[in-house]
C-alpha cells in the first residue's frame, strides 16, 4: 500500500500562483510515476502532468504547459506541483497519484482544492 497525502490548495485569484505538495508513505519502492490529476466539477479526471521518479523527467499536459511545473524530493518522498499563472478553468480537485506507469494509476490522494477567481 502506498499512502499519499496532498496540501496546498485554496483559493487564488487569476494570475496568481499556489504549490501543491503530495507526501507519499508506504511501499513506494513500487511506484515509477508520481502524477497529478485534476477534476472540475461534472467533469472526467484528467491528467495534469507527472513525474519520472528515478530520473526526474516530466510530462504535462498542454493545457498546463509553461505554467505548472513538477518536481520531486527523494529524500523526503515529496512531490510538488508549482502552479503559476492560474486561470479560473484551472479550478479543480487536485490529485496526487501513485503510478506504475505512465498510464496505471494504483493508488490515489485525497485531493485538494483549487478555487481560482476571475
Known amino acids: 500500500q502506498v499512502q499519499l497525502v496532498e496540501s496546498g490548495g485554496g483559493l487564488v485569484q487569476a494570475g496568481g500562483s499556489l504549490r501543491l505538495s503530495c507526501a507519499a508513505s508506504g511501499r513506494t519502492f513500487s511506484t515509477s510515476v508520481m502524477g497529478w490529476f485534476r477534476q472540475a466539477p461534472e467533469k472526467e479526471r484528467e491528467f495534469v502532468g507527472g513525474?519520472?521518479?528515478?530520473?526526474?523527467?516530466?510530462s504535462y499536459a498542454d493545457s498546463v504547459k509553461g505554467r505548472f511545473t513538477i518536481s520531486r524530493d527523494k529524500v523526503k518522498s515529496m512531490v510538488y506541483l508549482q502552479m503559476n499563472s492560474l486561470k479560473p478553468e484551472d479550478t479543480a480537485v487536485y490529485y496526487c497519484?501513485?503510478?506504475?506507469?505512465?498510464?496505471?494509476?494504483?493508488?490515489w490522494g485525497q485531493g485538494t482544492q483549487v478555487t481560482v477567481s476571475s
Open positions: 513525474i519520472k521518479w528515478s530520473v526526474g523527467w516530466t
Open positions: 497519484a501513485a503510478m506504475s506507469s505512465w498510464s496505471e494509476v494504483d493508488y
